[in-house]
């Protein structure tokens, strides 16, 4: 394919890099001594999801029946129009995740693609043959070969709730960022399979996770029992399994059992990275104390609402300091000892890395690298931050007065903002954005419009 062009190959493939449409393969144990050698002689090797082709033998990938507990389906459904090139570049951002994990080599196949998630967990996403505008998306765990001297533990079938829900997250964070950025008219929704009806897009996630006991079909209007579905997704999750700060009373013994392979897993991950739980908990105690200081908590929950799906935007609100804001997203497994990028990227998006000094006198940070990108907050967010810190008290009365509908008096800048959100005056898509900008100049706050207009 590229012999003619060969003289502007790494022009090419950077391009088709950037726009996700290749990655590089990165060594692995599982590649033969010559193909590691040629790499070692600088011959990259590329995945190119978009070039498979449809094979004979598809069954080959066909997944043994499994336990249902081992494996959750999760539909994501794009309302009739789901283009494949937006397929293959999630695949691509999902590869290059997926690599840096460092277990088995990615499988792909024609439009679907089985990937390592971590020792105990797998996933298989793939265009849905009988819907084409629809990925379905298997969790499941990863097969082990099972040994008869050991027998197995029964909580070893169930998926971990905390990897689910990452994962969730990361492919909705991918594919808002494909939305934004190549194809702005897709919109999505993740579903699960509905044992009624089976349309793709029946039952919402969001929906089961805020329902009680059970969903109705859209269609047959049977109730479906949802209990898995929330504590694998939702935030019940937090009420079996405590989180790491509080010491929540109440456990199911089968809470406690999770609790403590929680922790030996933990304590196996603070070897790993270095840092104890005890550190941890002191650097988020440093966090806190800084933050009252000189920071806002206001502030803290219009970027914390980048989570709002996973933990819901009314527990936000509930929360009145930093330690039990960041404890949501501990239980929503997005923050912990080993994974707290979170709460720094928090930090310097706030502009309080002024408590970077104080941290490092903690022993496990005092060579700790900081560092400045950013890559769990969106944009949007990121610019409503800007856009916070610098409205002046002239500039809110202007923008209350014109949108009168808002209902608010007396508010500050943040809540100024979160109540434009609730009112979906403002949100993370391009549309409404450049409307809330027209509106700003209306009322000639050019300025204040610059901010949310210019790239960051
Ligand atoms: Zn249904």
């Known amino acids: 394919m590229w012999h003619k062009f060969f003289d502007q190959f790494e022009f090419l493939s950077e391009l088709m890099q950037k726009f996700d449409l290749l990655c590089l393969k990165t060594e692995s144990d599982e590649m033969p001594a010559d193909v ?180 109705l079909c859209n269609e047959t209007h049977k109730g479906m029992r949802i209990k898995r579905i929330k504590y694998l997704f939702g935030e019940c999750r937090t009420k079996t399994e405590p989180l790491l700060l509080s010491n929540a009373g109440q456990e199911s013994p089968k809470g406690k059992k999770r609790k403590n392979e929680k922790e030996r897993r933990q304590h196996k991950k603070q070897k790993v990275s270095g840092i104890t739980i005890n550190d941890f908990k002191s650097m988020l105690l440093v966090v806190s104390d800084y933050w009252k200081k000189h920071g806002n908590i206001s502030m ?10 996973k933990v819901g935007v009314g527990e936000i609100e509930k929360k009145d300091d930093v330690i039990s804001l960041f404890e ?9 000892c080993e994974e707290f990028s979170v709460i720094f990227e928090a930090v310097k998006i706030c502009g309080l890395d002024g408590v970077y000094r104080k941290i490092k006198q903690i ?39 014109f949108h009168q509908d808002l209902n608010v008096h007396d508010v500050d800048k943040w809540h100024l903002i979160l109540a434009l959100e609730d009112k979906g005056i403002i949100k993370d898509d391009e549309r409404s954005m450049n409307d809330f900008v027209k509106s700003l100049r209306k009322i000639g706050l050019n300025n204040d419009a610059d901010i949310l207009e210019k790239p960051l």
């Open 328 to 336: 949501l997203l501990i239980g929503s497994g997005d923050c912990s």
């Open 36 to 215: 590691v050698q040629s790499t070692e002689e600088g011959i990259r090797l590329f995945y190119v999801p978009s070039l498979l082709k449809k094979q004979d033998d598809e069954t080959v990938c066909k997944d043994q029946t499994v336990a249902s507990q081992s494996k959750v389906i999760l539909y994501i459904d794009f309302n009739g129009f789901l283009p494949e090139g937006i397929f293959y570049r999630l695949v691509v951002r999902l590869l290059q995740w997926s690599q840096n994990r460092k277990g088995y080599e990615p499988r792909l196949f024609y439009q679907r693609a089985k990937l390592f998630v971590d020792e105990s967990h797998e996933m298989i996403v793939r265009i849905l043959p009988e819907k084409r505008s629809c990925i379905e998306v298997t969790i499941k765990l990863a097969t082990v070969e099972s040994c008869s001297d050991e027998e197995d533990e029964e909580d070893d079938v169930e998926l971990d709730p905390a990897t689910c829900k990452m994962l969730w997250n990361l492919l909705d964070e991918h594919l808002q960022y494909l939305g934004r950025n190549w194809m702005k008219r897709i919109s999505y929704g993740f579903y699960i399979p509905c044992k009624f009806c089976k349309n793709t897009d029946c039952l919402k996630l969001e929906r089961c996770i805020a329902a009680k006991k059970c969903v």
């Open 300 to 309: 803290l929950k219009v970027l914390l609402r980048q989570f709002k799906c």
């Open 363 to 401: 022993e496990s940070f005092d060579s700790f690298p900081f560092k400045d990108s950013i890559s769990t907050f969106s944009v949007y967010r990121r610019k409503l931050i800007k856009f916070g810190k610098n409205l002046k008290e002239e500039s809110i009365q202007k923008i209350v007065f």
